[in-house]
């Protein structure tokens, strides 16, 4: 019996994916494995794309498909969209590769639409997510990992802008993404590296800057162009920017000026005498003493005719070895007492000049001798006067020469020996004379006497009247 209701179900059902009258129609695509019910063709086991079975009229929404639009469409579809009936990405793949299957993931860089786009040059050794493109081990030169979108701040570069630019960056600016000077170097050389230290007297941008002349040596910070090892010609370290007083010159203004300077001012950079010599020669130098005679300002002033043996000192103009004339040394500014002669007004004019009156500086008699008589003894006397006139000139060419004290100390004792013979002699001569009378006539006798011996005549006496 069973057997037999089993042949009368074989002989009035349609095969599978049949339907109708005489199960000449398929199945609609739309059918879950194209299943229908052999009698309606309705999908009596669900829909293939569609949402509403068992008429399967509805298309599955965006995102769905399968089996009554059960399935989701996979992430890898791209905008997860896909076939509603096989799941295929027909809109291509996101994050992976080989559409419509989308089943190779993109290689290292690349990521969204079939592959097809490079990972951001802001992501950390050029990688990322292959969907979303978020750089998966953070920004390189960026911040706000992982969307890597805000710029480094000015100073910063690296991951994440985690680093700090090298100080030896000029402004410290430098690449975010390598970190090399941007700008240039600050206190060294070589961009962008900036590896090089400045040499010595050079600083800033890329040390194409001279150190200022108010450093000392030369030298300066390479960085900030500060005076590091002090100023010259100025003061105020680092900056020097303060002139040395008058009177200071070098490093720091730490030294005086040579008082061979001129008013004790000089250059404050090299010391120089730069107004001239005081008491030498040769500005600006100034290192050549004056020649005797003269003095101040590049020794081009005399000495002054008061000082003894035209000697002064070459700095004041004081008279240094005594006064010729005048006392009170070494200024020299009073004149000798009638009566006093010579160096420093010590020595005594002779008691025979009249007045006891004689020149300041020979000693020689201003109104001839006193009780002096016209002839020989008048001669005698010119002749002590041209002697005590020598011996003055002899001191004063012993002073020039610069001989010992010794020297002048023996011309003075020469000079009273010879005063003290001609005085006696003359005092012995005085002592012959009977009266002025006698002297004239004696005078006349002689004459006569002279006369006849010039004429070649034998001598004879003349007589006295």
């Given at each position: 019996m069973i057997i037999h209701l089993l042949l009368l179900l074989l002989l009035f059902t349609c095969l599978a994916g049949t339907w109708g009258e005489n199960c000449n129609i398929k199945c609609s695509e739309d059918c879950h494995n194209r299943s229908c019910d052999p009698r309606t063709g309705q999908c009596n086991k669900g829909c293939n794309g569609f949402s509403d079975p068992p008429d399967c009229s509805t298309v599955c929404a965006e995102g769905t498909w399968g089996?009554?639009?059960?399935?989701?469409?996979?992430?890898?579809?791209?905008g997860r969209l896909c076939d509603s009936v096989n799941g295929e990405c027909d809109n291509g793949c996101h994050g992976f590769s080989n559409p419509p299957y989308c089943n190779i993931a993109c290689s290292n860089g690349t990521w969204g639409f079939n592959?097809?786009?490079?990972?951001?040059?802001?992501?950390?050794?050029?990688?990322?997510?292959?969907?979303?493109?978020?750089?998966?081990h953070g920004c390189e030169g960026f911040g706000n990992p992982p969307y890597c979108d805000l710029e480094c701040d000015n100073g910063t570069w690296g991951l994440n802008c985690q680093q700090n630019c090298s100080e030896n960056c000029f402004g410290r600016s430098c690449d975010s993404k390598s970190g090399q000077c941007s700008?240039?170097?600050?206190?060294?050389?070589?961009?962008?590296?900036?590896?090089?230290?400045?040499?010595?007297?050079?600083?800033?941008?890329?040390?194409?800057?001279?150190c200022s002349?108010?450093?000392?040596?030369?030298?300066?910070?390479s960085v900030s162009g500060a005076c590091d090892n002090g100023c010259v010609g100025f003061s105020?370290?680092?900056?020097?920017?303060?002139?040395?007083?008058?009177?200071?010159?070098?490093?720091?203004?730490?030294?005086?000026?040579?008082?061979?300077?001129?008013?004790?001012?000089?250059?404050?950079?090299?010391?120089?005498?730069?107004?001239?010599?005081?008491?030498?020669?040769?500005?600006?130098?100034?290192?050549?003493?004056?020649?005797?005679?003269?003095?101040?300002?590049?020794?081009?002033?005399n000495c002054s005719e008061k000082c003894f043996g035209g000697s002064c000192d070459s700095v004041?103009?004081?008279?240094?070895?005594?006064c010729d004339g005048f006392s009170n040394?070494?200024?020299?500014?009073?004149?000798?007492?009638?009566?006093?002669?010579?160096?420093?007004?010590?020595?005594?004019?002779?008691?025979?000049c009249l007045n006891n009156s004689c020149d300041k500086n020979t000693g020689q008699c201003e109104i001839q001798c006193l009780d002096c008589i016209p002839g020989p003894i008048l001669n005698d006397s010119v002749v002590l006067t041209r002697e005590?006139?020598?011996?003055?000139?002899?001191?004063?060419?012993?002073?020039?020469?610069?001989?010992?004290?010794?020297?002048?100390?023996?011309?003075?004792?020469?000079?009273?020996?010879?005063?003290?013979?001609?005085?006696?002699?003359?005092?012995?001569?005085?002592?012959?004379?009977?009266?002025?009378?006698?002297?004239?006539?004696?005078?006349?006798?002689?004459?006569?006497?002279?006369?006849v011996r010039e004429e070649g005549d034998e001598y004879k006496p003349i007589r006295r009247y």
């Open positions: 089996h009554n639009c059960r399935w989701n469409c996979s992430n890898k579809c791209y592959c097809q786009w490079n990972c951001s040059e802001n992501c950390f050794g050029g990688t990322c997510d292959s969907v979303s493109g978020a750089c998966l700008v240039g170097c600050q206190g060294f050389r070589n961009p962008p590296d900036c590896d090089i230290v400045c040499d010595n007297g050079t600083w800033g941008l890329n040390c194409l800057q001279n002349e108010t450093c000392f040596g030369g030298s300066c910070d105020n370290p680092p900056d020097c920017n303060a002139e040395c007083d008058k009177g200071t010159w070098g490093q720091n203004c730490q030294r005086t000026c040579s008082k061979n300077c001129f008013d004790k001012s000089c250059d404050s950079v090299s010391g120089m005498c730069d107004s001239g010599c005081k008491g030498f020669s040769n500005p600006p130098v100034c290192n050549k003493d004056c020649n005797n005679g003269t003095w101040g300002l590049n020794c081009q002033w004041s103009g004081e008279c240094d070895n005594g040394p070494p200024h020299c500014d009073k004149a000798c007492v009638n009566g006093t002669w010579g160096r420093n007004c010590d020595w005594t004019c002779p008691n025979y005590v006139k020598q011996a003055s000139e002899q001191k004063s060419n012993t002073s020039i020469i610069a001989v010992s004290v010794l020297g002048i100390a023996a011309g003075a004792i020469v000079f009273v020996v010879v005063v003290t013979v001609l005085i006696k002699k003359i005092r012995f001569r005085r002592s012959e004379m009977i009266d002025p009378l006698k002297s004239l006539s004696q005078l006349k006798l002689y004459e006569d006497e002279e006369s």
